[in-house]
């Protein structure tokens, strides 16, 4: 997950493009692991994720969710909600089975990747970029690839998509590509992010020419997700304006603070389904319980059109880039 942040101070994020630039590939890093000018970064997100916080989000309500048994019958209704909010949920996209074993696997995943960079992996092959991490190498939030070959995550993922699919066969086909297989980790103190979007939208004036199908992202909880371990929030239908992008800090805030907010409230099994470019922070977990997603992001685009995916969603291991389809998962 690549995040954007349009939200970052600008003087930290200046791009030759005029766009607020990607958080590094380990901000807040230490010097060796991106510098002092990521951990300036990191520590300026984390400062503008407080002032959100408790001066520009008010009034929080529940993330919209559709009981499975409306998604089942009127998927294409519900698609059709999706592409307007920019965020939905969806109870049971997976079994209470399927998420348990799919946990305990990122918790042994998680502890071996990081022995490995302790060893001289590289850390960008093991984990994505993630803002608002917290301090050290690995933080305590934790963008983690997951390979599909893995037992556990091929069934998650044939599970998910076989229940989602009267949701995602109109919503982006069953040829969409998975741009994105991985999972977020909070640990208990992780700090709030700051409000990004994971990608921009297109075209627009930096890149007139260029143009991407919506790529949506779902995060898929592997846990009971308790108030203080931290919901994802979303300011819905903010997904199709690219002049955020543009505009001074105090502009971004007054437009933040005039967006309507809503908050994930999963359970185990539950999906929040957003399109990639709307407006998000994952909240501070302030129990001392670890919060594990699951989360895939599929297109019906199979090519993010920017170079080295610039500004887009690359959580996935190089082994399953542009790999996958929706069918492929599926029995038909």
């Given amino acids: 997950m690549q995040l954007i942040t349009p939200l970052v101070?600008?003087?930290?994020?200046?791009?030759?493009?005029?766009?607020?630039?990607?958080?590094?590939?380990?901000?807040?890093?230490?010097?060796?692991?991106?510098?002092?000018?990521?951990?300036?970064?990191?520590?300026?997100?984390?400062?503008?994720?407080?002032?959100?916080?408790?001066?520009?989000?008010?009034?929080?309500?529940?993330?919209?969710?559709?009981?499975?048994?409306?998604?089942?019958?009127?998927?294409?209704?519900?698609?059709?909600?999706?592409?307007?909010?920019?965020?939905?949920?969806?109870?049971?996209?997976?079994?209470?089975?399927?998420?348990?074993?799919?946990?305990?696997?990122?918790?042994?995943?998680?502890?071996?990747?990081?022995?490995?960079?302790e060893a001289g992996a590289p850390f960008e092959s093991r984990f994505g970029g993630v803002n608002c991490r917290g301090k050290g190498v690995f933080g305590t939030r934790q963008d983690l690839y997951q390979p599909v070959d893995a037992e556990p995550v091929k069934q998650a993922l044939t599970e998910f998509f076989e229940r989602l699919r009267p949701l995602l066969e109109p919503l982006v086909g069953l040829d969409a590509t998975l741009h994105e297989i991985s999972s977020l980790v909070a640990d208990p103190g992780a700090p709030r992010q700051c409000i990004h979007a994971d990608t921009i939208v297109l075209p627009c004036p930096q890149y007139p020419a260029a143009s991407m199908e919506p790529l949506y992202t779902c995060f898929i909880a592997l846990q009971d997700v308790d108030d203080d371990m931290g919901h994802?929030?979303?300011?819905?239908?903010?997904?199709?304006?690219?002049?955020?992008?543009?505009?001074?800090?105090?502009?971004?805030?007054t437009y933040i603070a005039s967006r309507k907010a809503v908050e994930s409230n999963l359970k185990t099994g539950d999906v929040a389904i957003f399109d990639s470019r709307v407006l998000h922070c994952g909240l501070g977990n302030t129990s001392n319980k670890r919060r594990i997603l699951f989360y895939c992001t599929v297109s019906a685009q199979h090519a993010w059109p920017l170079p080295d995916g610039l500004h887009g969603s690359n959580s996935v291991l190089p082994a399953d880039r542009a790999r996958w389809r929706v069918r492929d998962f599926l029995a038909e």
């Avoid at 399927?98 to 490995?116: G, I, P």
């Avoid at 994802?232 to 805030?253: A, I």
């Fill in 9 to 117: 101070l600008a003087a930290t994020a200046a791009t030759s493009h005029g766009l607020a630039a990607p958080v590094a590939s380990n901000p807040g890093a230490t010097t060796s692991q991106g510098g002092l000018f990521a951990a300036v970064a990191a520590k300026n997100a984390e400062m503008l994720a407080v002032k959100e916080g408790k001066k520009l989000i008010k009034d929080v309500k529940k993330l919209p969710a559709a009981p499975f048994s409306m998604m089942t019958e009127k998927g294409p209704t519900l698609a059709k909600l999706l592409e307007r909010e920019g965020c939905v949920g969806v109870p049971e996209a997976l079994t209470l089975e399927t998420a348990a074993t799919l946990r305990a696997f990122v918790e042994e995943r998680r502890d071996v990747a990081m022995a490995e960079v």
């Fill in 232 to 253: 994802t929030l979303f300011l819905p239908q903010t997904h199709t304006d690219h002049t955020l992008w543009n505009v001074r800090r105090q502009d971004q805030e």
